[in-house]
C-alpha cells in the first residue's frame, strides 16, 4: 500500500519506505511459513516442505501472467498493488486461522539459549545457512540470467530464451511437488548431494552444448537439481520446535544474501569472460552445496522425534527421525 502511494505520488523516499516495510513484513512471513511448514511436517511424519515450497514456484509464475494480463489491459501499477496487497492480506489471514498451535517444551517455558543471538552462534545452523545459500545462488542465478545466456550465448531468439526459463521452473516446480516421497526413502543427505551433482551436470550442458535439445535437457537437470536445497534447508533449521524461529531467520538471512550477491557477481564475470562462462558459478555452487549437506542429517535427540503413530503416518527418514544409517555414521 506504501509502495502504491508513493507510484501515485511520484515520491521515490515513499516508494523506499514502502520497499523497507515491504522487506520486513515478507521476512516475518517467510519465517512464520517454514516454521508452521515444519510443525506440520513433524505432526504428519514425512515431508511436506518441498511440496509447499512449489506453492512459491507457482505463486511467481501466476504472478508474472496476471501481471502482464493487467498491464496488456492498462491497469495503473498503484492499483494492482493495491489489489495484491488486500489479496495477501486475506489469504494470510485466513491461512493463519488453520495454523497448528504453537509447540512448547516440556517445561512449559522459554528455553535459554533459543533466541536469535544464540543461534547465530551454532556451527549446525550456520552450516545449514551455507547450504540454503549454495542452492539459493543454483536457483537464483537461473531465475536471472538462464534466458539472456539462451539469447546472447547460443544466440536464440527472446522467445526460445523465455522458453528456456520455462522448462526450468517447470523442472524445479515438479521436483518440489515429488521430492518428499524420494526425501522419506532415501534421506535428507544423499538426495541433496544427488540434486547438487545434477544440477551441476545440467549447468555444464547448458554451457557447452552446441544443441538446443541438449541445452533444453540441461535446463531440466538444473531445474530439479536446484529444487530441493532450499526447502529441505528450512526444514532442517526446524528440526527442533522450541529453536525453530530464531534458526530458520538465521538460515533464511543467510540464503537470500546469494539472491543480493548472485546476479552482480554473474554479472561481473559475464563482462569480463562472457555469459556462459559466467554460469559456471553455479557448479562452484553446487559443490558447496553438496558438501554442506551433512548438516541437514536429523540430530539424535528425543525432542526431534515425531510422535507415535499408525504405521501409515509413521516418522520417516527426514522429517523427525535419523536420516538412514545415522546410527553408524558420524558427521560428514
Known amino acids: ?3 502504491a502511494a508513493g507510484l501515485g505520488l511520484g515520491s521515490v523516499l515513499v516508494v523506499v519506505v514502502g520497499l523497507a516495510v515491504y522487506g520486513a513484513g515478507t521476512s516475518s512471513w517467510d519465517v ?5 511448514g515444519a510443525a506440520v511436517e ?6 511436506l516442505m518441498p511440496r509447499l515450497h512449489a506453492g512459491f514456484s507457482l505463486g511467481t509464475v501466476a504472478g508474472a501472467l496476471v501481471g502482464a494480463g493487467a498491464a496488456h489491459a492498462a491497469v495503473a501499477l498503484p492499483f494492482q498493488l493495491v489489489v495484491v496487497a488486500a489479496g495477501c492480506l ?8 488453520r495454523f497448528l498451535p504453537a509447540e512448547l517444551p516440556e517445561s512449559g517455558g522459554e528455553p535459554s539459549g533459543s533466541g536469535i543471538g544464540s543461534a547465530w552462534r551454532e556451527p549446525r545452523t550456520l552450516l545449514v545457512g551455507v547450504l540454503v545459500c549454495a542452492f539459493a545462488l543454483v536457483e537464483g542465478i537461473a531465475n536471472d540470467w538462464l534466458a539472456l545466456a539462451l539469447v546472447d550465448g547460443h544466440g536464440q531468439s527472446q522467445a526460445v530464451g523465455a522458453l528456456g526459463y520455462g522448462v526450468f521452473v517447470a523442472a524445479m516446480t515438479l521436483g518440489r511437488l515429488t521430492g518428499g516421497s524420494v526425501l522419506d526413502r532415501l534421506g535428507r543427505v544423499l538426495v541433496l548431494r544427488g540434486t547438487a551433482l545434477l544440477a551441476l551436470a545440467g549447468v555444464l550442458l547448458v554451457v557447452t552444448s552446441g544443441s538446443l535439445g541438449w541445452v533444453l535437457v540441461g ?3 538444473w531445474g530439479i537439481g536446484a529444487s530441493l536445497g532450499f526447502p529441505v534447508g528450512m526444514s532442517a533449521a526446524a528440526d527442533e520446535p522450541e529453536r525453530a524461529a530464531a534458526r530458520v531467520a538465521v538460515v533464511s538471512s543467510i540464503g537470500y544474501t546469494a539472491f543480493l550477491a548472485g546476479p552482480p557477481l554473474v554479472g561481473f564475470l559475464a563482462e569480463a569472460f562472457g555469459i556462459l562462462r559466467g554460469l559456471l558459478v553455479v557448479v562452484a555452487a553446487a559443490i558447496v552445496g553438496a558438501v554442506a549437506a551433512a548438516a541437514t ?3 539424535q535427540r528425543p525432542s526431534m522425534l515425531a510422535p507415535e503413530r499408525s504405521d501409515q503416518y509413521g516418522s520417516r527418514p527426514g522429517v523427525g527421525a ?4 545415522a546410527d553408524t555414521e558420524g558427521e560428514q
Open 322 to 325: 535419523a536420516e538412514p544409517g
Open 32 to 36: 512464520a511459513m517454514n516454521v508452521e
Open 90 to 97: 486475506l489469504g494470510a489471514a485466513l491461512a493463519a486461522r
Open 42 to 47: 513433524r505432526r504428519l511424519g514425512r515431508t
Open 297 to 299: 542429517r536429523p540430530a
Open 1 to 3: 500500500g506504501v509502495i
Open 219 to 221: 535446463a531440466v537437470g
